[in-house]
C-alpha cells in the first residue's frame, strides 16, 4: 500500500519538475499522471472491499485514507491540471503542480501513520497471548508445586516428566518472544540445543544472556530453575525441588511484568497519538464555532438594528453560516470515530454527541435565516462544550507526559493487570457529566417555558419540540447510564 503511493510520488515529482520538456509532452504526462492516480484510488478501494471480513482494520485505515483523498479532490485537481497545461498557463500549472504535492505528501503520512497504528495494534495482540500463556505456565508450574509438597521423596520421580513438560512449553513461548523482539534465529537455535545432562543448553544460554531483553532473561532464568527442579525430583531431593519451583515462578512473574509494562507503553504511545489529533481537530473546531458566534452576532444585530440590511444579503451569509456550521459537523464526526475506536472516554463521547446535536440545531436555523437569542445561546452551548473537552484532552496530555516521565525515571504507578489507561481519566469525565447535566437542565427550563408560552395560543403547535425533547430525553438516559458504568468500573 504505501510502496504504491511512493512509486506514484516518486514519479509525480520527475514529471512535476521536467520544465524543459515541451508544452504537449508535459500536458500528455500530466495526463497520464491523472489516469493514474484515479487507478490508484480504484486499487485502494478495491483493497478496502476485499479485506474488510479478512483484515477490518486495514480496511478502515484504506477507507480514511481514501476519504482524504476524495475530501481534497485530488482525482478532480489532476484532471484540472491537464486542462491548464493544454491552455500553456504554465504559472498557474506549477502552483497547482505543487499544492497537489504537498497534499500528496501529507496523505503519504497519513498512510505511514496508519500503517504504524496497524503494527502496533498487532503487536499489543502479541503481547496479550503471551501474557495469557505466561499466566497458565505460572498456574501449571504452582499446581506442580503442590504436588511435590504433598508425595513422599521417594515418589518425587513420577513428576520429573510433568516439569519437563512444562519447560518445553516455556521454550515455545521462549521462541515467540525471541521473534517477536527481534532476536536472530541463531540464538534462538543455539537455546533449543541439548544433551542429556543439559550441559551444552546452559552453556548456549550463558553465552547470549547478556544478547537478551528483559523479557528474554527473565524467561531464561525461569527455564534454568524449572531444570534443576528436574534434576532434584529425578533424585528425590523435595526441599531443593520446591525451592527451585519456587524460584521458576517469581522468575515467571518478572516475566509477565515485563510484557505487562512492554503492553503499558504501547498503549501510552497510542493514547498519545489519539490525543495529539483530539487536541487539533478540538482547537480548529473551537476556532471555527467562535468565528461562526461572532458572525451570527452581528447579522442578529443588523437584522433587529434600525438600519437593516437588505435581506436577501442577510440570508446569504447566513446559509455560508450554515456551511461553516457544517464544517464543524464534519470534524465532530470525525473526533467521535476517533473516541469510538479508543473505547474508554464515554463522558467525552456523548458531550460530543449533545455538541453536535447542537451544531445541527444552529446549521438548521441559521439556513432558516432564524436569527434570535436562541441560535446565539445554542451556539455558546457549543463553544462551552469544545472548550471544556479541549482542556480536558490538554489535561490527559499532561497526565500521559507524567506517567512517560516517571516510566523513564523508574518510579513505577499502580497498574491493575492487562488494564488499558483510559483516554480521559475519571475526574474528569466525571466533571463532563457535571457540565452536561447542567446543560440538560438549562435545555429543559427553556423549552418548558417555550412549550408554555406555545399552549396559550389559540392552535397550539408543539410538533417543531417533539424533536429536541426526544434528543434531550436520551440525552438524560444517557448520562444515567455513563455514571452507573463508571461506578461499576470503579467497583470492579
Do not use: W
Request: glycine share 2%.
Amino acid at each position: 500500500m504505501l510502496d504504491m503511493y511512493r512509486r506514484f510520488l516518486l514519479v509525480s515529482f520527475v514529471s512535476i519538475f521536467c520544465a524543459s520538456l515541451q508544452a504537449q509532452e508535459l500536458t500528455d504526462k500530466q495526463r497520464s499522471l491523472a489516469g493514474r492516480y484515479a487507478q490508484l484510488e480504484q486499487i485502494l478501494l478495491r483493497l478496502a472491499d476485499t479485506s474488510g471480513t479478512s483484515n477490518p482494520q486495514q480496511a478502515t485505515l484504506l477507507k480514511k485514507a481514501l476519504l482524504e483523498s476524495k475530501d481534497k479532490l485530488l482525482v478532480q485537481r489532476f484532471e484540472s491540471l491537464v486542462n491548464v497545461l493544454a491552455r500553456r498557463q504554465f504559472s498557474e500549472a506549477v502552483a497547482g503542480q505543487t499544492e497537489i504535492e504537498q497534499d500528496l505528501l501529507l496523505l503519504l503520512k497519513l498512510l505511514e501513520n496508519m500503517s504504524r497504528d496497524e503494527r502496533r495494534e498487532q503487536e499489543k495482540e502479541k503481547i496479550k497471548e503471551m501474557l495469557k500463556e505466561v499466566e497458565e505456565i505460572i498456574q501449571s508450574e504452582r499446581i506442580l508445586k503442590n504436588q511435590t509438597r504433598q508425595l513422599e521423596p521417594q515418589s518425587l520421580p513420577l513428576l520429573e516428566t510433568k516439569q519437563r513438560e512444562i519447560r518445553m512449553r516455556a521454550q515455545v513461548l521462549r521462541e515467540q518472544i525471541a521473534e517477536n523482539e527481534g532476536d536472530s534465529r541463531q540464538q534462538v537455535e543455539d537455546g533449543r540445543r541439548q544433551t542429556a545432562d543439559g550441559s551444552r543448553e546452559e552453556e548456549s544460554e550463558e553465552q547470549t544472556q547478556t544478547q537478551q531483553t528483559p523479557t528474554q532473561q527473565a524467561l531464561q532464568r525461569g527455564m534454568q530453575r524449572m531444570r534443576q527442579a528436574e534434576q532434584k525430583l529425578q533424585q528425590a531431593e523435595k526441599e531443593g525441588t520446591l525451592e527451585e519451583q519456587e524460584e521458576a515462578i517469581a522468575e515467571l512473574q518478572k516475566l509477565k511484568e515485563e510484557l505487562e509494562k512492554i503492553l503499558r507503553q504501547l498503549r501510552e504511545e497510542e493514547l498519545m497519538q489519539t490525543l495529539e489529533k483530539l487536541e487539533a481537530r478540538f482547537k480548529r473546531m473551537l476556532q471555527q464555532e467562535q468565528t461562526i458566534h461572532s458572525q451570527t452576532e452581528r447579522l442578529v444585530s443588523e437584522a433587529t438594528g434600525e438600519l437593516v440590511e437588505d435581506q436577501r444579503q442577510i440570508k446569504i451569509r447566513a446559509d455560508r453560516l450554515g456551511a461553516d456550521q457544517q464544517s464543524v459537523i464534519d470534524d465532530a464526526d470525525s473526533a467521535l470515530l476517533l473516541l469510538r475506536e479508543d473505547g474508554t472516554a464515554q463522558a467525552m463521547v456523548e458531550s460530543l454527541l449533545q455538541a453536535r446535536f447542537d451544531m445541527t440545531e444552529t446549521k438548521k436555523r441559521l439556513e432558516q435565516t432564524s436569527l434570535d437569542t436562541v441560535t446565539l445561546h445554542t451556539e455558546e452551548a457549543i463553544i462551552d462544550a469544545l472548550q471544556e473537552m479541549l482542556d480536558a484532552v490538554r489535561s490527559a496530555m499532561a497526565e500521559a507526559r507524567e506517567r512517560q516521565e516517571n516510566a523513564e525515571n523508574q518510579q513505577p504507578q499502580q497498574q491493575s493487570g492487562e488494564a488499558e489507561e483510559p483516554l480521559i481519566q475519571l475526574l474528569a469525565e466525571l466533571r463532563m457529566i457535571r457540565s452536561m447535566q447542567r446543560r440538560v437542565n438549562e435545555r429543559t427550563a427553556r423549552y418548558d417555558g417555550e412549550i408554555k408560552q406555545v399552549l396559550t395560543k389559540p392552535e397550539a403547535d408543539l410538533s417543531p419540540f417533539k424533536r429536541a425533547v426526544e434528543e434531550l430525553a436520551r440525552q438524560q438516559n444517557r448520562i444515567s447510564r455513563i455514571l452507573h458504568e463508571l461506578k461499576i468500573g470503579k467497583t470492579n
